[in-house]
């Protein structure tokens, strides 16, 4: 797979983890213009604070943990998450500013420092094109590698995730990553990622727990300039690229055994679709009844009803067989024009086993 | 056990559910005083909309049915309620704006209106002080009837409730029904019973969906005068027959193992305390920590961050023994001084199981 031009990644076990690849690089061969959208959890990870103040810089490159959420370990996680960024800085001949930073993993527990600054000269090292080392570094309870690579003309858009819906014991988080050769006025990349992270990741659902350190970053190396006819394809393309990363994190569930596609229609505002999207993704009994194949409608209308939702009942309801692996249920409110899709998953007695036992 | 004075009960079968009590009644020798709690889901049960508008009237009777929500059965449903008080109340001798209505069962399937008509008089033949009937007329899948009595002074408070928590399919229901014959001024029975809910039936949650159905009526018969300084000990009274019922129903939620009493300290106000128990309570991650009886801080972090209470790495958590049946966890998220208690279960396999499965 061949990278967007002006990107190299390194992907490589630094001791966080017990074998498997627990550190990742995005590595800038210039600077890039990036794009963050970060969680809206009001305890965030020091990693989610450091990449917020470097967001708007340009950026060198992306450090990735995988492991341990580095949130929550008493006061000393910020200042070592400083210099963390300030000897990779060094290593690259830029200020720490240009840096970003994420992490995913175990909630509360001290990130070890030394090991990823030990492992940094050999991170460095390991730069190149092999997709596959990257996207291992950054999984905690994936069951498999999430990619997803579109073209554009002469542009390519290649993105990377990691998550399983916050199934693994405090690793509970959602990584994104998207990078893109395109040359792009930044207000105009702005727009796409936000239209694009709106319908993709920020749609889906799969226990209703936000995570500390959910983090998405569209990260744009402006190598290769588009036509204006062009410029719509690579809005698609974006859109493309992060859905399909957001419904492979809604299939890697751990526990699923569906697929549920939600698309709403007939609402007042697509906000109010969307509303009402995330509030069947989030009714544990409307996800039992799902897992139990049961059409049960009372549950939709008490969840809608839930969330303010007033419908009348010519509501419409309809549902591709239960019994398949995925499963689209349509749902027309019946009060506007306005509609919006949702993903998520069923809620299984596999989900709850596993996350009942951490230790 | 003696009733409040004023009061007559009934529970009897009409036909609703195949075997059990299924209609019940509460009957006022004299009008009461009434006080109302209703659901807040937009798409309430016509017993709500019917209960609703009769709420501040002299109170005649309060007609209970269990095994049928009332709610979502296609434009007749709100007629034939109104049609099923009116013939209540001419029994009776009185306006159907004298008459409460409560429904808890499955939603979407209309109620068998003639079969409750043709039943009337049995239920009102049948009318005696017999708690018993009447509590197990209002079960739906409860494994135990839910009473609790206090007596301050020479006045009685008498309480029923029904509901598991939304835990049998569709039958997504919490009732309350609370008899006093204290004579008091509306304002101050007001103030009790608003405080009451708020402190017990308003702090619990099984599994965060909340009902097309809930109802709480506080029935005062006003046939026994308290002295001034009692009326604090009825204030208080009222709190612990509200608070025990509440308990009875979280710790009756079907699948459930583990009763959680969650003691919110430090918080900025009492309503942030109480939205950080909420926030808890209905986090599934949590609820699925405590069945695996796993002590896990990262779990609260998250779901207060998410919640948007940010606590510092001073946050004080402790907890009694996970292994034991009833689990007290103290969180002092040192913001302030204000406090609340929030009553929950954990999530388990099995709750996931019984809910799978409705047809």
């Known amino acids: ?70 949130c929550f370990s008493h006061n000393k996680g910020l200042k070592d998450s400083e210099e963390i960024i300030t000897r990779l800085a060094k290593q690259l001949k830029v200020n720490k500013k240009n840096i970003l930073f994420a992490s995913t993993g175990v909630i509360g527990k001290t990130l070890p420092k030394n090991k990823i600054i030990k492992s940094l000269g050999h991170l460095l090292n390991n730069l190149g094109s092999d997709v596959y080392s990257f996207a291992s570094s950054i999984m905690t309870t994936d069951t498999a590698k999430k990619i997803s690579l579109r073209e554009v003309g002469p542009v390519k858009i290649l993105g990377f995730a990691k998550g399983a819906g916050m199934i693994c014991p405090n690793m509970a988080t959602m990584l994104g990553f998207v990078l893109t050769d395109a040359k792009l006025e930044r207000s105009f990349l702005k727009q796409c990622a936000k239209e694009a992270v709106e319908e993709s990741f920020n749609s889906i659902s799969i226990d209703g727990c936000t995570s500390t350190n959910d983090t998405v970053f569209i990260l744009s190396s402006a190598k290769v300039a588009l036509k204006k006819n062009q410029l719509n394809a690579f809005k698609k393309g974006l859109k493309e690229v992060c859905l399909e990363l957001a419904k492979l994190i809604v299939k890697d569930g751990e526990g699923a055994t569906k697929f549920i596609e939600l698309k709403i229609k007939g609402a007042k505002t697509s906000q109010e679709a969307k509303q009402a999207g995330l509030a069947l993704a989030n009714s544990v009994l409307f996800k039992c009844a799902i897992y139990g194949e049961d059409a049960n409608c009372g549950r939709i209308i008490s969840a809608l009803g839930q969330a303010g939702i007033k419908v009348g009942e010519d509501i419409y309801i309809k549902a591709t067989s239960l019994k398949k692996r995925e499963i689209v249920i349509t749902v027309d409110l019946k009060r506007g024009k306005a509609s919006w899709d949702f993903y998520t998953s069923d809620l299984t007695p596999q989900y709850v086993n596993l996350n009942a036992k951490y230790s």
């Open 1 to 70: 797979m061949n990278l967007p031009q002006g990107f190299l990644l390194s992907g490589i076990h630094c001791g966080i983890k017990r074998r498997k690849p627990d550190l990742g690089l995005i590595y800038l061969k210039d600077f890039s213009q990036a794009v963050g959208f970060f969680t809206s959890n009001a305890n965030p990870s020091y990693s989610v604070t450091v990449s917020k103040n470097n967001i708007n810089n340009p950026i060198k490159a992306v450090l990735v943990n995988s492991g341990n959420a580095n």
